[in-house]
């Protein structure tokens, strides 16, 4: 069992003094994270997380190791890992394991998630800033050929796992995701049954677009995967922070589009295309990958839902069980309902 405040021996291991701590969210995520002040004066991030495999632990290393070749490109937006004890080639030193939770360091970075949909000028200093990591992941990449995030050219796994779950959904997926909702409470029930009647219309043509897209090698690199507003940090309108890189692997830089473009824009069909068009251009975006931003987009809206439907049913519990986990979920159902796909 974790305390209100991380492990002082861990911090310490990382050349940390406390002088002030502060318990913070982690979203959605089992993960503990502590806003940590230095008697030197700085401020870090401490996270720990429970290990779940030794691949995992390990490719998370990697993904340090990323992180910390970003940081040095980077002004101060990219959190800088800190070691603990002396620098190995592995990146052991990045990620301490104490018993069965494993332990992390980086530092704080200023600013806020946009409480509403970018401006402008906002959108062109994420589209430009996130231009500048994927860059850094690019040539990591490459010089990493021998780690989990080495570069290299096939189908996008997203569009791979979101093949692979509407292919689910078309033999017999369909009737358990009904039987999840029959042991809903009615008012929750009426909401997931408008939903399902939307994945229900869009279905025939979400399995024709991926199964295309199955067959389209494009280049992939090291990607955030997880890239959503209140990843992104601003200070005085512009980009301040890229935070949370645990769900990092190789995909295409457009998933990451799709994702934090999406979570701006959720319920708003017109601002999401307009700011879409706008991004596509800052990245100069050639028609195929266009084509993938829009494919990416309409599969993550249009299957979110369904995920939650299996974690729930996983759980044996209903939507506002967890009081976020309800409001999240009508969220991404709404969003489906008035979703269309983007004209880019």
Known sequence: MLSDSP???ICGQFGLQPTAVARVAAGFSEANVWRVSDVSGGVFAVKC???????????????RRWMQFA?????????????????????????????????????????FCL?????????????????????????????CADTTLANTVAPSPAVLRRAGLVEELCQGGWQQLQNVVSRWPEAQAAAA???????QHWLPWLRHQLQNWCRNAVPLQPVLRDLR???LLFDAGDVSGVIDWDAAAVDHPCLDAARLLRTWHLNHTGQMA????????????????????????ASGVLLNPVVWFRRLSEASSVPDAVPEVGQRLRLLMSAAEVWQPLQL
């Open 193 to 199: 049954r408008r939903y399902l009647a939307v994945l």
């Open 115 to 143: 409480a509403t949909a970018p401006t402008a000028s906002e959108l062109q200093s994420a589209a430009v800033t996130l231009l500048r990591l994927y860059a850094s992941g690019r040539e990591f990449g490459a010089c």
């Open 229 to 231: 507003a209140e990843n």
């Open 7 to 9: 492990d002082l021996q």
């Open 71 to 111: 940081a040095q490109q980077s002004a101060g937006w990219i959190p800088t890992p800190r070691w603990a004890g002396l620098n190995s080639t592995d990146g052991t030193g990045l990620i301490v394991e104490r018993l069965q939770y494993a332990w992390q360091v980086e530092t704080w970075c200023r600013g």
């Open 274 to 297: 307009a700011a879409a068009l706008a991004w596509a251009n800052h990245w100069q975006l050639s028609n195929e990958q266009r084509l993938l931003l829009i494919v990416l987009d």
């Open 49 to 63: 997380w429970r290990v779940p495999s030794v691949a995992v632990l390990r490719h998370r290393r990697v993904v």
